[in-house]
């Protein structure tokens, strides 16, 4: 290798390019943006809307199919979802792989402009375009609390608190719960309007125009041109009241103190905030896709005591859940467990090679293969987070492989052979400086795939395959750079004299022998070797029909969340009095509570507010400190409150990863998805199947995500009377929402510059719809004359959907369960076994929902990765041997790796999932490494004896049965650190977990170690 050549005869050139390369390499650690999770977001447009008081058929009819038409002709549309819900509707618009959504956000924002007419006129405000990422949900989460001026905190919240939070670098957005804001509210007293004939219209109309402030252009003033601005603008309660709104025959003004109570009242609120069940603000902060999690939290801890001390202590804060100890934790657990690998790799090589010298060289070679890996990482854009740390920890086993052939090989030629260092340096680079090239290859070829998948897949595996790649191509440089450099000064210091050999040194020597005599045994015995082989790999692979299944194996991080849906028709503070009940039994019963925040009035998802949901996040004290699991806590907590808060469907599932998982899928644990036209015979079949489900085993709670217990009154008004009485069906619709929801109707701005919005109601609001009711909402005819309701109208009771999700224009019910485990296989088996004995009526078919969806996407991906991978593995290698058939048996040791598999997956109680197949494919290279420098020390002797035209079958045997030997002890070393390296994260346990496929990976090796050693030399015959 002529790269090695140079960095023996250039030591100062390579001395000072490493300097400079370990410079930069700290550069780029402090650099590299810390994290929990990459975005693995697909490429999403949100569009939200607001339709106040429609119910989930109107939003459905007049705003969501409406957005949903005119979005499907998006430039590389993909495809689009929408959820219409009481007032509110939310369409998510899919794009195909590779497009940047914010580029979107222009057309789509455009395209709402333009379809203003088709949308109803009392939408709030137009439809707000953002785009969707697993990146809004909250960093840091933090309660405020400055005594009993509720007001004045909110004002110093809003005002001073969050701009500061907001300025931070990386934050988007700062969210506050439970802050209780002013406004003016206009409460029209429905009886003095009838008796002074005035509309409820009217008295809107005057609050409409008479609050204005508009620029009229240029005009002169003493002789200059200056600014002509007219204002109109409100700025007390007092000329509010004074605002006229009719007169009576005698002329004599009315004004709308005279028909209104018009004063400052508190707001009323969307959703509270308590934290151990004490009412609190909550402030809740989400960061950019570029943001540093640590040092957004750090900073927002420095403004929080820079408050706290600015105000003397009379606002104190409570820290209720912090990201950046998960990331924390996993940095402390990489650093522990790459730190035990790295001393078991030494301690291997020292064991090996009982030279300190030796180690030395692998010590070395190491961090700075790790160091090397963050130059890529930054230039590459990969983040420091959970995915890209179980690369690095992956590859801290497998950094050395290169370095321990090159090393063996030049210790063995130094000191077996007398040669000197230099020569040793110099032959040993030329006998295995092409294996190693090959064999790293061979591994980079498999995560090559990987890196380049799309979709949910890609986004998951990308940083983890990315990192593993640049590991591998630094620690191919350092191979056969860095190690005979070190080498080159090392070998240079002369070995103490032994007074013996090492007694391991003697067994690797017998051990050599046995292997040597037991290579030529098996090649008079191959068939037995093979149907053994075989065997063990068929029994293997039928054990692996018990395990379970699920997508991405679940994390103990620490938190976990608790939705409660309420009956539709809960006011908000019914909602709060009973998540509070809930708040309380879990605070009583769960020991290991850190902290513990209720939202009433919000879900912990990102959908807007219901006055009918409530949400609690829950944060337990480290693992250490406890004695159960997480899940062992939420199957605890989840019986409790199905069993106590009655009245509530009730959701617990886990944080972390997980979490970002659900928010992916919609949800996590089973799911199944039910499509079709009719809305109603949809539900029906949802219900029996939710039914069914609920008494599976497995299933802690069965839900579907809507229900048939909406109530809408319906004032079904007749066009024939309004015709007749001149009443215009548009005025009558705005006074009935004036009248009984009340609307926002502008802004006051005080003397101070305080802005408050004015509030429009009746005093009709709070009472209850009934005839008489009606008799008192009147509406202006085109004569001027009021007409009551009752004379127009009927009041019908409507039983309706609460929620309408459509999937590609088509309506949807998904019937879902949150499992006891994460396992999905044994429920997914027997619901289908259902559905085939109980088919589903005509007209309804079934889709994948929830995890099952996610695992049905994935499998075609990782199928074509795996596909590509072992392609490469084989090309690799051809080029290599300059054959055809000795890969193929090369490569016939890839699936043996299954047996280590499936036992390590039988062995520690986890499922196939994700994870386990990305084990899979790694092993598929680095599997073959082995292999390949076995394989290449035999052809070296076989060409030896071929150019002697000694190639008889005697000497084969021989070159077969001394290559092997000779390359047992570099495979042995390979293999162990390797293995070693990746075992304490394997054996890691409590939060900070990064690496899930550890354990596979060291099983798989192991079998397929053995099994190399067993079969391949069977390719040198070939």
Known sequence: MKISHFAVRHPAVIGMLLIA????????????????????????????AVYPGAGAEDVERDVSKVLEEHFVTLPDFKSIESTSSGSFSWVTITFRDGVDPYDMLGEIRNRIRQMEADLPDNLEGEPVAIVGSATMLPVMMFSVDAGEDTNHLSSYVEDTLIPRITRIQGVAEAKVTGMQSQEVRVTVRTEDLAARGISMMQVYQVLQYANMRLPVGDALWHGNSANLRYDGSLDSLGQLRDLPVGATEDGTVIRLGHVADITFRAAEMEAYADANQVPRVVVSVTKRNDGNTLSIVREINKVLSEVKEETGGAASFHILSDDSKNIIASLMKVSQSGLLGILMAIFVIFLFLSDPRATITIALSIPLSILFTFIGMRVAGVTINLMSLSGIVVALGMVVDGSIVMLEQVMRLHKEHNISSEESLLRGADLVGSPILASTTTTLAVFIPLSLLSGIVGSIL????????????????????????????????????????????????????????????????????????????????????????????????????????????????????????????????????????????????????????????????????????????????????????????????????????GYISGGGGYGLKLVGDNMELLYETAESLRVKLQEDPEVLVASIDTSYDANILVMDMSHQLMSNLGVNSSEAGLTANLLFQGMEVGNLTNAEGNRYPIRLESDLKHLPITSSTLLSAQVPSSTGELISFASLAELREERAVSRIVRQDREKTVTVSATLVSEDTKGVSSRMQDYLDEYPLPEGVKTASGGLMELIADSIEPMATALAIAVFLVYTVMVIQFERFRQPLIVMASIPFSLIGVVLGLLIFGSSISLISFMALIALGGIVVNNGIILIDAINVLREEHASKGEETLEMLRMSVANGGASRLRPILMTTLTTMLGVIPMALATGEGRPSMSAKLIAGGLLSSTLITLSLSYQSCTI
């Open 462 to 661: 990308r940083d983890v395959a990315l990192t593993l790649i640049l590991a591998l191509v630094a620690s191919l440089l350092v191979a056969l750079v860095v190690v005979p450099f070190i080498l080159r000064l090392v070998l240079n210091v002369p070995e103490k004299e032994r007074k013996r050999e090492p007694r391991f040194s003697l067994f690797l020597d017998r051990l050599e022998g046995g292997y040597r005599k037991g290579l030529a045994w098996s090649l008079t015995n191959r068939k037995f070797i093979l149907v053994l082989a075989l065997l063990g790999l068929g029994l293997v692979i039928m054990a692996g029909g018990i395990l379970g299944l699920t997508f991405i194996p679940s994390t103990d991080n620490g938190d976990f969340n608790i939705e409660l849906n309420f009956p539709q028709g809960y006011s908000l503070e019914q909602t709060r009095e009973r998540a509070l009940e809930a708040q309380a039994l879990v605070s009583s019963r769960i020991p290991e509570i850190d902290s513990i925040v209720l939202f009433s009035g919000q879900g912990s998802g990102f959908g807007f507010s219901s006055p009918n949901q409530a949400s609690i996040r829950v944060v337990l004290v480290p693992t250490k400190e406890r004695k159960r699991s997480i899940h062992e806590i939420i199957n605890e907590v989840q019986y409790l409150l199905s069993s106590t808060i009655v009245d509530a469907t009730v959701n617990t599932t886990n944080g972390g990863f997980d979490a970002l998982v």
């Open 21 to 48: 390369l370990i410079a930069f390499g700290l550069y780029a650690l402090t650099g590299l943006n810390v994290e929990f999770m990459a975005d693995i977001s697909l490429p999403t447009v949100e569009v939200l």
